[in-house]
């Protein structure tokens, strides 16, 4: 097992090197060595499924080797350990980025039997033939599914879903789980309305799951997210979270407690005589009467059970904040007589 | 070197900007459209990078190929389609420098390095991105699993829009299939889309107002027709049944590589026949029979001593016969619908299989397979009219498409005493030589008796008398009868007894003429694919010798080796 592990050690640090000025020295038959060590890898990262004390080693190792690169490298950004299934790949992206890597890389691409025969697994043509087939496919499209998301939504939620319960039907823990999806948000830093909505897609995501573990990890952890439940149900029509309602008891009261909040941000401005937010809430997008307004009355709208769990929720809060009858006063209040609840 | 005319370029570069603007649907749509184009202008483009000695030069001669190409591997719709695909990675080839010399070329590596790395991953900061990377699994496996959903979900909406019954043209959702149709053109080959190409194959066939894309379907012709596609049987037999342009075309595909590819020969001919999956959908349609029958028929009236061409028609009729006889014989029309204006007397003998005859009994049914023939025969000579002629010219096309009962009577012919050989020869001249052409039937009669002699006697006395050797190669080389010989005396080295050292020997002496021994190998393939046919095991020498004689003629001639 040590030698395994220690192999990892020198995969993960050869990713780094992959990415510096030093690969002008490496000629072919180190970059065909390279493949190789990076495809073993992912053979290792297989295995380590099936194997809890081989999974932790290399997990530790990783975490040591993360720690050190990220000392002697500025600009190193820590390898996963579930990254490793894509060691080639990796390897792959970083010596086509490097200005300084030889130029015999570009044959992987060769369309000519003999050089691609050194490049044995390397055949690109998967790769790039799957992700325009997808891209086209998803936009030719028109379908907008009940939950009005675009099909590219879709299959990614569903993708995320499998891949969510594998974890935790495999390791047990949910903590990879959570690490997992801090992963995804991070990587998608620019665009976070898209990730939300395929998180949505993931929750709607219908399998054999009857204990809907994943889907509970997936709520935990947005409420668990400073502010990310929030965003994602503002991000998310009134439609979808009615439907994600239905879905989901669990949803159902994330929900209400984020409107909840949402609600409590708001006081009355008695010159404009409306109900206005206050900056406390998230920066992204602030909520307004009427807002909160199209939520409710789209809770309303969706049928039983929830219907009727909104109405006596709002009854409840109406009389939590005091029980009001006038305006102005509670926003529960206001809110109940606006929908003539 | 192939010239690019101002207009040409202009039109591609405008059409590449024109895409790249936005990646709407409808900029896929016409990118698919112009597919055939574009490759053609690529192929040229390609061709012109190749025979530059450096990129520099390159760039200066073709000043538009960065941006086009740029452009190009942004548009999912090209990338997608294979054969795009290929040509735009093999000018990104052309275009790299293994040694770059300048700055200029080491930019260019640069590029074509970033141009590759986004083909093959997503944009960073995008979802897309973060989902691949967090996947767990390679890029390549989560695309082929999100393809795989996606062509479901697509799939199920297909079919969900029409199911067939007369009153729901109302509801087919007629905009979306069409946009779908236009962009699984590129996919046709793609085998992740195959449940929704044919879903949409089906739906152009099974909805009255369907408005699948006719490009779409003829781009599913072509590939199937091409080999580029594999396809349920089912789908293609709808395709051939709703589509006539395409069962042409895969008539016509056959009947080019039988008789213009070499390579054909050596293959087995009933895989050959049955690849494209005619005697199949032959057997479920008649029309689809008698399509083919046509074609072919009208290319034999014109090259009829052409070997290759009654091999095939043989072979394939042989074949269709036997997919009838598996299906239920009370569903599908009567024999005579396949086979039609053509009097049952015939019909009864030749269709039978000779493996529905017990061995014994084979001289008796060949005799009545004479009786039956010489009397359409005698008639014209009786009448002498166009439709006797007409009833001559089917009667003797039928034989040809039951090949196999010919073939039997030439395999009779080696084991025979001569007392019974009168009808076997008789058919073996008729089928060589239908018409009375110069009046030579009586010349040919006497040519067929005189080669069954001499070719006997070559293949009885060992060692081979040369006299005989001598006769049996001027008989060969005569205009008069060379393929009655030849077919004769392949029969012999098949099926006479005796070492098979023996028998090479003689084909080495006898067969030595290049395009002697192609016509002889497709005899001995028809031979093959009627012994094939026998449900009676066959006799392991008899299967062991036909290899070997193909083996022996396949084999370069010892005289052009240097």
Known sequence: MDAVVGRLQQVVELLAVSQLDCVNEWDHQTMLRAFEWAQYCEQVHARSHANPALRSALESRLHDTNQRLRETLPSYSPVMFSELAQCQHKLLVNLLRNPSSPSSIINIFSLDRKTAEQWLDMDQTPVITGKSALKMLCCSSDRSSYSGLQVETEVRGKLLKTHLKSILTQHGNENSARILLDSILHDSAGKTENLYDVMAAALLASDDDTNNLSRDVILDWLQSHDGCLSKLCRSLSPRLCCILSRESVTFQRAYCDVLKRWANSLEYDVMQSAWVPTCSITSDETVTFNVLFDRFRALLNSGSPVKEETETKLAELKVESGDFNVKGISVWTDLILQLKV | ?562
């Open chain 2, 1 to 562: 070197m192939a010239a690019f005319s101002e207009t040409e370029v202009q039109f591609w570069t405008t059409k590449a900007v024109s895409w790249g603007e936005n990646t709407s649907c409808l900029t896929l749509l016409d990118t698919s459209r112009h597919l055939n184009g574009l490759r053609s202008f690529l192929q040229k483009l390609l061709q012109g990078l190749q025979q530059m000695s450096s990129t520099s030069e390159a760039m200066r001669t073709f000043p538009f190929v960065g941006q086009l190409l740029g452009r190009l591997c942004w548009n999912p719709c090209v990338i997608v389609d294979e054969r795009s695909q290929r040509l735009l990675l093999r000018c990104l080839n052309c275009l790299y420098s293994a040694e770059p010399l300048s700055a200029v070329e080491r930019k260019a590596n640069m590029w074509i390095k970033n141009l590759l790395c986004h083909l093959i991953s997503e944009e960073e900061g995008s979802v897309a991105h973060a989902t691949v990377k967090h996947a767990g699994i390679s890029p390549e496996r989560y695309h082929m699993d999100a393809l795989e959903k996606v062509v479901s979900l697509m799939t199920e909406e297909v079919i969900k829009s029409c199911d067939g019954s007369p009153n729901s043209s109302a509801r087919c959702s007629n905009g979306n299939i069409n946009t779908m149709s236009t962009a699984c053109i590129p996919l046709v080959t793609c085998c992740q889309a195959a449940p929704l190409i044919g879903a949409l194959l089906k739906h152009s066939i099974i909805c009255a107002t369907s408005c699948v894309d006719e490009e779409f379907i003829e781009e599913v012709s072509k590939a199937w027709v091409s080999k580029r596609l594999v396809m349920e049987e089912e789908a293609v037999v709808a395709l051939y049944c709703h589509n006539p342009v395409c069962l042409e075309g895969a008539a016509l595909s056959l009947l080019e590589s039988v008789l213009c590819d070499p390579k054909t020969v050596s293959l087995s001919l009933d895989k050959c026949v049955n690849e494209l999956l005619l005697p199949q959908a032959s057997a479920l349609h008649c029309h689809i029979f008698l399509t083919v029958n046509e074609i072919y028929r009208n290319v034999l009236m014109e090259i009829d001593e052409n070997i290759a061409l009654r091999a095939l028609i043989q072979v394939y009729t042989n074949c269709f016969l036997q997919r009838l006889t598996s299906l239920k014989p009370q569903d599908g029309p009567p024999l005579s619908a396949f086979f039609p204006n053509l009097p049952p007397s015939l019909l009864c003998p030749l269709l039978t299989a000779p493996s529905d005859v017990p061995r014994t009994a084979w001289l008796d049914h060949l005799s009545w397979i004479r009786r039956s023939l010489q009397r359409v025969v005698e008639s014209e000579k009786e009448d002498r009219d166009a439709r006797a002629y007409q009833a001559v010219f089917d009667a003797w096309f039928l034989l040809v498409q039951c090949g196999f009962w010919v073939d039997t009577a030439a395999e009779l012919l080696v084991l025979l005493e001569s007392e019974n050989s009168e009808a076997l020869l008789w058919l073996l001249t008729f089928f060589h030589h239908p018409t009375n052409r110069g009046h030579q039937r009586s010349q040919q009669t006497v040519v067929a008796k005189e080669a069954w002699v001499h070719i006997r006697m070559l293949f009885y006395a060992r060692p081979p008398l040369p006299r005989h050797l001598c006769a049996v190669k001027d008989l060969l080389s005569s205009c008069l009868s060379r393929n009655l010989v030849l077919h004769l005396f392949l029969n012999f080295a098949v099926f006479s007894h005796g070492p098979v050292s023996f028998t090479t020997e003689i084909i080495d002496k006898v067969l030595i003429d290049a395009g002697v021994k192609q016509r002889a190998l497709w005899i001995l393939s028809a031979i093959d694919c009627r012994l094939n046919r026998t449900a009676v095991s066959l006799e392991a020498r008899v299967q062991s010798r036909l290899k070997t004689l193909r083996e022996t003629l396949l084999a370069p001639c010892a005289e052009t080796l240097p």
